[in-house]
């Protein structure tokens, strides 16, 4: 749903201004989970995906590290996403 994804830009946006941890996309479909967290004072994230097509029978995860210089464009596509599927109820 759009406010997930609203939720997972906020998020992103946090960690790259300092104020939290990490960040995690956890929409109600069962297929998709990304989860981003700080490992270090460097800038460095850990980061998992899990998607599969099958959330009973299969299971897909990748593992890698990124750096915050990734978020401004994770931000801003999320917003971008908002922006064009706009939030029922908000103007």
């Not at 992103?12 to 700080?38: F, H, M, N, Q, T």
């Not at 990748?62 to 801003?76: A, G, T």
């Amino acid at each position: 749903m759009v406010t997930d994804i609203e939720r997972f830009g906020s998020a992103c946006d946090a960690i790259y201004e300092g104020r939290a941890e990490s960040a995690k996309l956890d929409p109600l479909e069962p297929g998709l989970r990304v989860w981003l967290e700080v490992v270090d004072k460097l800038g460095h994230l850990r980061s998992r995906v899990e998607i599969t097509a099958d959330h009973l029978n299969q299971a897909h995860r990748f593992d890698f590290e990124i750096d915050q210089s990734y978020l401004p464009e994770i931000v801003r596509q999320c917003s971008a996403i908002v922006q064009l599927y706009r939030i029922r109820g908000r103007p």
